[in-house]
């Protein structure tokens, strides 16, 4: 089953944990072919605004709308539209990068597997790496192999949580080229980061989150 949707919607989405209120009532839309940056200090809400956007959390209250679909009606054909880069780059240092792209790509079913890691590695800069095991890569290499594994399947929404982290220039320059052309693609991206400087002139909306709230 293939499913396939246009915009994301959250609707007085709230999330609590005990007592502790990490989401309040939070109303955003994001449309495929625009980045948005959730912007916001540590404990504003935005990994778990993302977490629950990617599936991974349920909001205790509010809902989410992914087109006409929703997680309990998606399930995994929905999943299978989405593609997360987090805090954990999800990539294992005892493989080669070609050999993580190619068991992601196979956990998703995908045809013409060889074609889409040489593309990925073509477009991260790391096709002369291939065939080197993660362990040795520095920062912003794993950073852009743990991209290209988020977009190996090529998904409708993609969800970023401070992906500039850790990166040097050349690295954060290359990084947002890449969003630009996945933005081109038709993606929707939903990203987190304290470093404005770095999604200056990158992004099409932004939203801050204060306290579980969105600010005005």
Known sequence: MSLDFTELRLIDVTRTFG?????????????????????????AGKSTLLSIAATLLRPTGGRIEYGDATVESGGAALRA??????????LYQELTAAENLRFFARVYSLDAIERRIDAALERSGLAERRDDVVSGFSRGMRQ?????????????????????????????????????????????????????AAIEGLTDASARLVDGKLAA
Do not use: C, W
């Open 19 to 43: 007592r502790r209120r990490a989401l309040n009532k939070v109303s955003m839309r994001a449309r495929a072919g625009t980045i948005t940056a959730l912007l916001g200090h540590n404990g």
């Open 144 to 196: 852009k192999l743990a991209l290209e594994r988020a977009l190996i399947h090529e998904p409708r929404l993609l969800l970023l949580d401070e992906p500039f982290t850790g990166l040097d220039d050349a690295a954060r320059d290359a990084l947002r080229e890449r969003l630009k052309i996945a933005r081109e693609g038709g993606a929707i991206i939903l990203l987190t980061t304290h470093d404005v």
């Open 81 to 90: 539209r989405i593609g997360l880069l987090g805090h954990d780059l999800y």
